[in-house]
Structure formats: C-alpha cells, structure tokens
C-alpha cells in the first residue's frame, strides 16, 4: 500500500524555503538560511505566488515563471509619494540622512503594522525639503521567477 504525502490547499500550513526574483535578481531568499514558515489565504504571499503552490506535494521543488505584473500586479505610479521632511523627522530619527535606494519602514495608521518604501529621490529645500517614495512592491510590473523547496505541509 503506497501512502500519498500532504499536498498543498487553499489553507495549508507550509514550511517551504522560496526564492523570489525579477530582472535585477533575488528580493527574497530563504535557501541559504532557515526555512519560512507560512499560512496560505492570510496574504503572506501573493494570489498568485499561492496559486503556484496549490496541488505541490511536500518535497516538491519547482520553478514557476510568471509574465510581467502577474505576481504583484503592474507598477502604479500614485503608489510614489512625496513626504516632507519635517513629517519623516515627527514619525522616526530626527537625524535620519535618507538616499536613494534606502528601504523606509511606516507604520499603518492603526499603528499594528507597517509598510515600506524605497526611497527614489531627496530634494532639499525650505524646513528641510522632502523624499520621494516609491510604495510599490519591488516586483511590481515585472516578470518574477518563483522557486520553491516545499518541506512540510499542514
């Protein structure tokens, strides 16, 4: 009698170690560290990096490849924003230098999580200037290579 091994549903339990990567190469990497551990359906991962996942058996390793804006949706340019300096100085380090390329963490209005932004530009000026930040995900409108090493399913 051959036993068949867990596979993924809509609200597994995985440990699962991922890679995820666009043209300028890996945003997430967890192979050469310690596996991560997530729920599907609680938007840890994207719709449609969990649509990769549904149906793998534990100890599948696969590579999916998805087209431009399918993983994290196309860039949208209202999600880049001015903020004054004065405002970044109320919320965090008031001797905090920002450059380009710098990954800012914000706190959600309810003050229960936060979310990042990357820093595209800094225009100084009058009461210190401001910073403009791109709040998009960092492959969004790109082609995402997924892979995944799925360890235990639950």
């Not at 549903?9 to 997530?38: E, M, Q, V, W």
Request: charged share 20%; glycine share 12%.
């Amino acid at each position: 009698m051959t036993t068949s091994l867990p596979r993924i549903t809509a609200s597994s339990f995985l440990t699962l170690h991922y890679r995820l990567s666009g043209p300028a190469g890996d945003i997430i990497n967890t192979f050469d560290d310690k596996p991560a551990t997530l729920s599907l359906g609680t938007g840890e991962l994207s719709p449609e990096v969990e649509r990769c996942l549904l149906g793998l058996e534990e100890g599948a390793h696969q590579t999916f490849s998805l087209p431009a804006g399918a993983a994290f949706g196309p860039r949208n340019p209202e999600m880049q924003q001015w903020v004054a300096a004065k405002l970044l100085r109320q919320l965090g380090d008031p001797q905090e230098t920002y450059r380009v390329g710098d990954v800012v963490q914000f706190p959600t209005p309810d003050g229960q999580s936060s979310y990042a932004g990357a820093v595209q530009e800094v225009k100084p000026g009058e009461e210190g200037g401001a910073v403009l930040f791109d709040f998009n995900h960092p492959l969004a409108g790109q082609p995402v290579t997924f892979e995944v090493k799925v360890i235990g399913v639950l």
